[in-house]
C-alpha cells in the first residue's frame, strides 16, 4: 500500500512509498481502511523533534476510515463500521481513568515503540502516536477508534479526531466559558478556529482572535470571531475592556511567548486555557507577586480536557444540529501524494485544514 514515511527526525518533507504494509494485526487489534487524513501542526512539531516519536514513522494522527477486520476478542466494532482514530485511548484501569480524567491516561504511550508498519518488506517503522494516519491501511489497538455514524463523512470525520475535539473540548471542558463573556483565541489555525466554535456555541458575547496573518484573520469571522487583533495590538486592546482584560484567553499556539501574552491579555481573576503542544525546553515565567495577586489560572488542556468519546459525540451533535461548522474548515483537499504540497501549505499559514483523501 501506499503510505508517507519520515526516514530521519528533522526532515522537511516526507517520501511517499507504494511498498508499505501495516503489521501487528491479532487479537484485540482493528484493521482500518483510512478514507481521509487531516494534516495538524502536531504532525509538523514529531517531524521537527519537538514531539517525541521514534523514527522512521508515517505521520498523521487525524484520520477516518472504515474497519475492514476485527481480531479475537474485539467487542463492540465490526467491519464496515466508519470510525475515528483516537491517538490517546484511556485504558480504563489507571489513577487517572479510575477518578474519571481519562484525557490523562498515559498507557498508551508505551505503544510508541512498537513498530506498526514495514517498509520495502525489511524495514520496521511506527505510526505517528500509534496512529499513522498517512497510509491507506493501518492496524490498531481496538481501544484506538471511536465508532461515528455512517452519514458523517469520511474528511469532516478526520477533523475530530484531533484538532475539533481539541478546540472544542478546550472551550467546553476546560475553560468552562460562561454565556455573555468576552474570550481572546490566539491563534487562527484548524485548533484555534474549533475554539472560536466552541466560545460561539457557548454564548461568549466578544471573541477576538489574534493571529499575525491578516488572512487567518479574515478567515475567522466566518467561524462566529466578533473582531480580529495583530499579536502587537492585543495588551492595549485588553487593557480597554471594562475589566481589564478578557474573562478568558485561549493559547492555540503552543508558544512561551503567546502563553505570556494571554496571562497578560486576561483580567484579574480569568483563566488562561493553554491548548498549544510545545517543546520542552520553551520556557514561560511568571513571578510569585502576580501569581499571587491577579489570581489569574492557568489551565493546560490535552486533547479536549474531558473524556474523548464524548466529546467526539458532542463534535458529532453539534455538527448534527447545524452549529458546528466542519466542511468550512477544509481549506485543501489533496490526494495522500501531496503531503508534501500540504505541509508547506500549511508552513506558510495558506491553510487551515488540509485533507488527504486515500481513495
Not at 505521520?59 to 482514530?85: F, K, N, Q, S, Y
Amino acid at each position: 500500500m501506499r503510505a508517507a514515511i519520515l526516514r530521519q527526525t528533522g526532515q522537511d518533507t516526507l517520501d511517499v512509498r507504494d511498498d508499505v504494509e501495516a503489521v501487528g494485526f491479532g487479537p484485540d487489534r482493528v484493521r482500518v481502511r483510512i478514507r481521509a487524513a487531516s494534516l495538524c501542526h502536531s504532525d509538523l512539531s514529531a517531524m521537527a523533534g519537538i514531539l517525541p516519536q521514534p523514527a522512521p514513522f508515517v505521520p498523521g494522527h487525524e484520520g477516518a476510515g472504515e474497519i475492514t477486520e476485527v481480531g479475537e476478542a474485539v467487542r463492540g466494532l465490526a467491519p464496515g463500521d466508519r470510525v475515528v482514530l483516537c491517538w490517546m485511548p484511556p485504558c480504563g484501569h489507571c489513577p487517572a481513568c479510575r477518578a474519571g480524567r481519562t484525557h490523562l491516561c498515559t498507557a498508551s504511550l508505551r505503544r510508541l515503540t512498537t513498530p506498526a508498519f514495514r517498509i520495502g518488506g525489511d524495514t520496521d517503522a511506527y505510526g505517528f502516536y500509534s496512529t499513522g494516519a498517512f497510509a491507506e491501511e493501518v492496524v490498531v489497538a481496538a481501544d484506538s477508534v471511536i465508532p461515528v455514524p455512517a452519514d458523517l463523512p469520511y474528511e469532516l470525520a478526520a477533523l475530530i479526531g484531533c484538532g475539533v475535539t481539541t478546540g472544542l473540548g478546550a472551550v467546553v471542558n476546560t475553560a468552562r466559558v460562561e454565556a455573555g463573556s468576552t474570550v481572546a483565541v490566539l491563534g487562527a489555525g484548524g485548533v484555534g478556529i474549533a475554539a472560536v466554535q466552541g466560545a460561539r456555541i457557548s454564548g461568549a458575547a466578544r471573541i477576538t482572535v489574534v493571529d499575525p496573518v491578516p488572512s487567518r484573520r479574515e478567515r475567522a469571522l466566518a467561524f462566529g470571531a466578533t473582531d480580529t487583533l495583530a499579536p502587537d495590538e492585543l495588551k492595549r486592546t485588553a487593557r480597554r475592556l471594562p475589566a481589564g482584560g478578557y474573562d478568558h484567553v485561549i493559547e492555540a499556539v503552543g508558544r512561551a511567548a503567546t502563553v505570556r501574552a494571554g496571562y497578560d491579555a486576561a483580567r484579574r481573576g480569568g483563566a488562561v486555557t493553554v491548548i498549544g503542544a510545545g517543546a520542552g525546553d520553551d520556557k514561560v515565567s511568571f513571578d510569585m507577586g502576580e501569581l499571587f495577586f491577579n489570581e489569574k489560572r492557568l489551565l493546560p488542556s490535552l486533547y479536549g480536557g474531558g473524556d474523548v468519546r464524548r466529546t467526539v459525540d458532542l463534535a458529532v451533535d453539534l455538527w448534527r444540529a447545524g452549529r458546528l461548522d466542519l466542511a468550512g474548515m477544509i481549506t485543501h483537499r489533496l490526494p495522500l501524494d501531496g503531503v508534501n504540497e500540504a505541509i508547506a501549505q500549511m508552513r506558510a499559514g495558506e491553510a487551515l485544514r488540509t485533507v488527504l483523501l486515500t481513495d
